[in-house]
């Protein structure tokens, strides 16, 4: 899996909330820079744990370079790291395509469009594949690697553009933002006649900010939806694309694993280019199986160890706790082997450790093999 990212210029992990996708993320940004590639990872975490491991205090919408002389390799790529801003990123869009610099103020200058900007339904899994297509377009990096945001359904990372493009292109909102609407004129009066016992009802209990608000944000908005809807379509061409490349996350749990296989299917099915599935945090079988009690207790009596009846005891059951692991995460990796295929599935094991350091993260990378 390795060698075909490093053919691409840009990767998505997606998978279901806390399998690790953050830290398979950056292991994988990570890699891209050992091999030689100029990295940028993007994260969504919230709780910035992207930011500790990488050694930093703190990320932004912009990107960072990430100090790691001990870790990468003498002559590596860089490693670079942001964290998404998706209301920046949303700014930027209407900038984009607003019709001029006095509409792009209004819109976001307005309340209604504040509170917009972050509720609608997708609009922060849009942002992150918009803030990808920005820095494809800037040009300053050759590999992007993106981790996608934490969804209830992993799938929903998928639909995201369709949802902001049905918003956008909705019956509803172009009935509202046609001409005539913010000036007073005959279409915001037949829309205040038809409706004015909500209206009357909002404006006791807002005052009449709130409707002169939407009045604003409404006319404002008039002709970018047109801009929007095309600017959605393009980054799921760009995803679609040869230049992309998707990495499934998945841990050896059923929920998990079930979403895992669902999302690969997923893409298989619409055409989005698979790299593989990751199986991360993978327990180990014991070697030679659990050992008897009474062997590890007479080993250990001839070790010297204190109470080596006890510790025999506290040992064999935590191997026997570590067998039945070990049992788990075979039936899950076979099972998930059977359902995308033995050569799709690379697995990271459990450490020791959690990898909440940048050295962790090297583990990260180095077990995604050559």
């Known amino acids: 899996m390795i060698d075909d990212l490093s053919t691409r210029r840009l990767v998505v992990c997606a998978g279901a909330g ?25 994260t969504i ?16 919408d912009e990107p960072q370079r990430v100090p790691a002389d001990g870790v990468l390799p003498e002559g590596a790529g860089e490693l670079w790291a942001l964290q998404l801003d998706a209301k920046a990123t949303f700014d930027r869009l209407v900038g984009r395509y607003a019709a001029d610099d ?19 339904a997708g609009a922060q899994e849009y942002m992150a594949v918009e803030r990808l297509h920005e820095l494809v377009e800037e040009g300053r990096f050759e590999r992007i690697v993106l981790d996608t945001p934490p969804a209830t359904n992993a799938l929903d990372f ?30 915001w009066k037949i829309i205040h006649a038809g409706s004015g016992t909500v209206l009357s009802l909002l404006e006791r209990l807002t005052g009449a900010q709130l409707l002169r608000d939407v009045g604003e944000f409404l006319a404002g ?29 998945a841990a050896p749990d059923p929920d998990p694993l079930e979403q895992a296989v669902a999302l690969a299917a997923r893409l298989r099915e619409e055409g989005f280019p698979l790299a593989g599935v990751v199986l991360n945090r993978v327990h180990r079988l014991p070697p ?12 250990l009596a001839g070790a010297g160890a204190p109470d080596p ?10 191997l026997a706790d570590e067998q039945v692991l ?35 993260i090297a583990e990260v990378a180095a077990a995604l093999g050559r």
């Open 102 to 120: 006095a509409a792009r103020d209004r819109i976001l200058g307005n309340r209604i469009y504040r509170h917009l900007s972050g509720a609608v």
């Open 45 to 60: 975490d919230p709780a910035r744990r992207l930011a500790t491991a990488l050694g930093m205090t703190g990320l932004s």
């Open 326 to 360: 070990g049992l788990r995460d075979l039936d899950a990796r076979e099972g998930l082997r059977g359902a995308v295929g033995a050569d799709r599935v690379t697995e990271i094991p459990a450490f020791v450790r959690e990898p909440v350091e940048l050295t962790g």
């Open 18 to 42: 806390g399998v690790g996708k953050t830290t398979v993320s950056a292991g994988i940004a990570l890699r891209l820079a050992a091999e030689g590639a100029r990295t940028v990872v993007v």
């Open 158 to 187: 998928l639909d995201a553009p369709q949802r902001i493009t049905r918003f956008i292109e909705g019956r509803a909102l172009r009935l509202l933002i046609r001409p005539g609407m913010a000036a007073g004129g005959i279409g």
């Open 221 to 249: 908005f008039e002709g970018m939806y047109q801009g929007f809807a095309e600017r959605a379509q393009a980054v799921r061409a760009l995803l679609l694309s040869d230049d992309a490349a998707f990495v499934v996350v």
């Open 309 to 318: 009846e006890g510790l025999a005891d506290r040992a064999a059951a935590a």
């Open 288 to 299: 030679g199986g659990p050992p008897a009690a009474g062997s590890l207790a007479a080993a």
